[in-house]
């Protein structure tokens, strides 16, 4: 398509452009090429527009309003790959799914994450934060120790802090012992919204 486009366009002979099929054209050559790793689409949800961002290897950053689009497609570009596309049809499973979520027709995400964002303890930390059900609550000692060091309760906060792909990955559903709703990536009404539409907390 791209192609026959830059060739119309030397004869003078350039058909008004339909920018998104352009895009879907050019993101399935740059995939066919090899040349796509990282594709990302902006999706609205309850909680505001969220960014999307997938590789082959699954799910690799989910984020909220306020996080500069051009700041995380910087920081992949350097920690995952500089060839980054905005994509949306790569991102549908991971919207459909979110969507499903956000309508109360979705417990549980089945997607797969692509760790590479995260190293270590902190990823021991949101790998055990992923296992926990939709509807559970657990408290941060409980997800250190589910990690592989008890006291390292402080450490497992930071690890969930730091989360790239939240509510995917529940970090919501962690609090303090004695009930507080602790930190949120996304500000604690986000928290207090996921909790509440997960039946966990009242209004």
Known sequence: MSDELERRLRSGDAPAIDLGAFRRALSRRAADEGLLDVAYALHDSPLGS???MVTPRGLVRLSYPGEAV???LAE???RVSPRILEAPERTDVVRRQLDDYFDGRRRRFEVPIDWSLVR???GEVLRATARIPFGVLSTYREVAADAGSPRAYRAAGNALGRN???IVVPCHRVLHAGGGLGGYTGGLDRKRYLLQLEGVLGD
């Open 70 to 72: 051009e700041e995380q």
């Open 164 to 166: 790239p792909v939240p």
């Open 50 to 52: 969220l960014t999307v």
């Open 76 to 78: 992949i570009a350097q």
């Open 120 to 122: 270590g303890f902190a």
